[in-house]
């Protein structure tokens, strides 16, 4: 016989926390869009979720010098040491 009292809780953990948990590891990864693994798939989206590289800004931007991805926000090449300023191009 199924214990009804015990049936909120287990909602809770098995999809409320996951998707708590989602929500910290994509703000933490600034990849907003980590949040609906937790949704669709609990835990095991969690697990997914915190094996996703992070996100570096919206997208990468490519440096005019050597032509290397560089994050967006980055004022200077991590590769070449040029400064960037505003004249970073998108890929
Ligand atoms: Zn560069």
Same mark, same amino acid.
């Given at each position: 016989?199924?214990?009804?009292?015990? &049936?909120?809780?287990?909602?809770?953990? =098995?999809?409320?926390?996951?998707?708590?948990?989602?929500?910290?590891?994509?703000?933490?990864?600034?990849?907003?869009?980590?949040?609906?693994?937790?949704?669709? =798939?609990?835990?095991?989206?969690?697990?997914?979720?915190?094996?996703? /590289? /992070?996100?570096?800004?919206?997208? /990468?931007?490519?440096?005019?010098?050597?032509?290397? =991805?560089?994050?967006?926000? @980055?004022?200077?090449?991590?590769?070449? @040491?040029?400064?960037?300023?505003?004249?970073? &191009?998108?890929?």
């Amino acid at each position: 016989m199924v214990d009804h009292a015990a &049936v909120p809780l287990v909602i809770i953990w =098995l999809w409320v926390a996951p998707v708590l948990f989602a929500r910290v590891i994509a703000e933490a990864k600034m990849r907003p869009g980590l949040v609906w693994w937790g949704v669709f =798939l609990g835990w095991v989206g969690v697990a997914v979720a915190a094996f996703m /590289p /992070p996100g570096i800004g919206r997208s /990468p931007v490519r440096c005019p010098h050597c032509l290397t =991805l560089v994050p967006r926000q @980055a004022t200077r090449c991590a590769h070449c @040491a040029s400064e960037l300023g505003t004249r970073a &191009v998108s890929p």
